[in-house]
């Protein structure tokens, strides 16, 4: 089944202590992205990336980093996680490059900074 | 970054009923996308409009592409209980994914 994937679901944490959320594709798609979304602001871009070893910034990029070694997989890293940052994450993906918007999202990582 | 106005933030309605919402924007877009989110899952898209004044169903869903290439509407006929979750319209500045910008989201709530 075509799929994004991503871990935790869930999670609660503590100011400055470093996580992960991981996102896998098995679509073999070149473009990955990382949303964070937030009631009555919608979905807000944070990092994206065209392909393995490019990344960029979305609109909302401070406090966050982001990887690309292998095509698969796209992690969101929080080094020193603020409660500003509690969200809903959102990882998505899509066919090509180029790409037409038509994005394939994950269930989504709802994180809680406390 | 860019904005897209979408209204209503929020809509009650009663089951059969048809529901109406938009997106507005000062900036030109090249496509209109509309993605549903359900309760506890990740957006799915909807319809994609790719031309000015292209109209598009899909379903009981209509959606149309302005003429101005600045707005886009979404049309739901008969509303069922499933039709329930969030709508985001999207914008694609340009080529390329990353040039999309998403609406604030209208929450759909249906009484039976």
């Known amino acids: 089944e075509a799929q994004v994937t991503q871990n935790p679901r869930y999670l609660i944490t503590v100011t400055g202590k470093k996580l992960t959320v991981t996102c896998s594709q098995n679509m073999n798609h070149e473009y990955m992205s990382w949303y964070r979304q937030d009631p009555g602001l919608g979905l807000r871009q944070i990092y994206y990336?065209?392909?393995?070893?490019?990344?960029d910034k979305g609109d909302v990029p401070e406090g966050y980093k982001v990887s690309r070694k292998e095509k698969r997989n796209f992690p969101l890293i929080l080094e020193s996680p603020s409660p500003n940052q509690t969200s809903l994450y959102f990882c998505a993906s899509s066919f090509s490059r180029g790409g037409t918007g038509e994005l394939f999202f994950g269930e989504g990582s709802r994180l809680t900074v406390l | 970054g860019q904005q897209l106005n979408q209204s209503p933030q929020s809509m009650f309605i009663q089951e059969g009923e048809d529901v109406s919402m938009n997106c507005t924007s000062s900036s030109i877009f090249n496509t209109w996308l509309w993605y549903k989110q359900d309760p506890g899952e990740g957006p799915v898209l909807l319809i994609a409009?790719?031309?000015?004044?292209e109209l598009t169903s899909n379903g009981r869903l209509t959606a149309q592409f302005g003429i101005t290439r600045k707005d886009s509407f979404l049309n739901i006929s008969a509303s069922i209980p499933s039709d329930v979750g969030i709508y985001f319209c999207?914008?694609?500045?340009?080529?390329?994914?990353?040039?999309?910008?998403f609406g604030q989201g209208t929450r759909l709530t249906i009484n039976p």
């Open positions: 409009l790719y031309k000015a004044g």
């Open positions: 990336s065209m392909n393995v070893e490019v990344t």
């Open positions: 999207a914008g694609q500045l340009g080529w390329g994914a990353q040039k999309l910008v």
